[in-house]
Each structure stands twice: as C-alpha cells, then as structure tokens.
Antibody, heavy 120, light 111 residues
Framework: QVQLQESGPGLVKPSQTLSLTCTVSGDSISSGIYYWSWIRQPAGKGLEWIGRIYTSGSTNYNPSLKSRVTILVDTSKNQFSLKLSSVTAADTAVYYC????????????WGQGTLVTVSS | QSVLTQPPSASGAPGQRVTISCTGSSSNIGAGYDAHWYQQLPGTAPKVLIYGNNNRPSGVPDRFSGSKSGTSASLAITGLQAEDEADYYCQSYDSSLSGYVFGTGTKVTVV
C-alpha cells in the first residue's frame, strides 16, 4: 500500500523559509512512473497546487508561487521536499504531498497533511 | 487562483440525486484536458473519486459518476447517504497557467 507522510516544522516566522519533507513508502520514487507534488489548503479554503517533481529532478511550479518555491528529490531516501521562501501569514495552510498518475494526471495518493503556521 | 468554478453548496435528502458542476474554460477542460473529482471528509486529506472524467478507482461506489461536456464537468451522486457529507473538488490542467488547477469546492449536505 502506497503511503506518503509529510514532516517538518509546524511554525515558521514571517520572512523565513518553510521546509517540508515527504517520505514515500510502498512505492519507489525512482520508478519513473509518477510525478510527486505538493498541494496546500488554507483553513476553510480550497486546494492550491504548488508544484511537482519527477524522478529525474525536473520540476514544474505554480506560476503564482514560482519565484519562492523549490522542490527537490532524494531518491536514496525515497523522499521529496518543499522549500517556500519569504513566507507571510498568507502561506499558513495545511500542506499535502501527493502522487500524480503520469497517465491521467490526477492525484491518486495523498499524505495526511501537515499544518504550517506562519507567525512571529 | 481557482479557474474552475463550482457551486458553494449542494444538498439532498437520503436516497436522492445530487449533481455538482465544474465550469472551466478553453484553456483547461474545454481544451480537452481531463477532469478529476475528489472527496474531502472533515479533517482528512482529499481522496480521488473520479479520474479521467468518468472512471472510478476500485473501492469507490458506483453511486458516484462523472461526465464532461464542452468546458464543464459534472459529478453525480445517486442514492445519497449520510456518509457522503463532505467537500468535493474538481481538478484539471490549465495550459495558460501551465499547471494544475482545482475547483472552488462544493460542500454537500445530506438533509
């Protein structure tokens, strides 16, 4: 069974960098079959796709966040990570990592999500 | 920046049929990109309900069905049950944004 688990600080100060890691089990990021994405959801609001990475390291980012986002992959640890710089209160949200089916382009497996609060 | 529009809410009595629309444009659903649907129960991560416009993953009841026409997609729930109370989101790819977009979300209430 494929499982994804987000980890990282739950509190980040304004102007600092948010860093999260997603650990994948039950599947190999190196398989080259899937993309691996980050998605966020502010409390009481909708879902926003942040970006994705392929096993090769190739990335695609949401244009609205592109200048602040970096997604990396560590195939040796079967993990991928998110860095979001210069955060503000508007970046407070539940952050999900998810697997994207490269054929249908839907997100078929999700992590449970982790709440990141931006506050001093 | 939701470019897929959904009604904020929908409701129905147990056993009834509810439909949710997802209105896009010529750069996403209307361009031929597939629509997918997710169910999000309170406090949990979204779960894929329909993929590729009208396909159900194994384990999803056949009470859920999807369709697509022109620049819109729809999710239908027949035989509504109390456990169907949740938020529902559509998702597609947008070529003008070069990325994935989600709908504004619809809260389904079983009255």
């Amino acid at each position: 069974q494929v499982q994804l688990q987000e980890s990282g600080p739950g509190l980040v100060k304004p102007s600092q960098t948010l860093s999260l890691t997603c650990t994948v089990s039950g599947d190999s990021i190196s398989s080259g079959i899937y993309y691996w994405s980050w998605i966020r959801q502010p409390a009481g609001k909708g879902l926003e796709w942040i970006g994705r990475i392929y096993t090769s390291g190739s990335t695609n980012y949401n244009p609205s966040l592109k200048s602040r986002v970096t997604i990396l992959v560590d195939t040796s640890k079967n993990q991928f990570s998110l860095k979001l710089s210069s955060v503000t209160a508007a970046d407070t949200a539940v952050y999900y990592c998810a697997r994207e089916d490269s054929g249908w382009h839907n997100f078929d497996y999700w992590g449970q999500g982790t709440l990141v609060t931006v506050s001093s | 920046q939701s470019v897929l529009t959904q009604p904020p809410s929908a409701s129905g009595a147990p056993g009834q049929r509810v439909t949710i629309s997802c209105t896009g444009s010529s750069s996403n659903i209307g361009a031929g990109y597939d629509a997918h649907w997710y169910q999000q129960l309170p406090g949990t991560a979204p779960k894929v309900l329909i993929y590729g416009n009208n396909n159900r993953p194994s384990g999803v009841p056949d009470r859920f069905s999807g369709s697509k026409s022109g620049t819109s997609a729809s999710l239908a729930i027949t035989g509504l049950q109390a456990e169907d109370e949740a938020d529902y989101y559509c998702q597609s790819y947008d070529s003008s944004l070069s990325g994935y977009v989600f709908g504004t979300g619809t809260k389904v209430t079983v009255v």
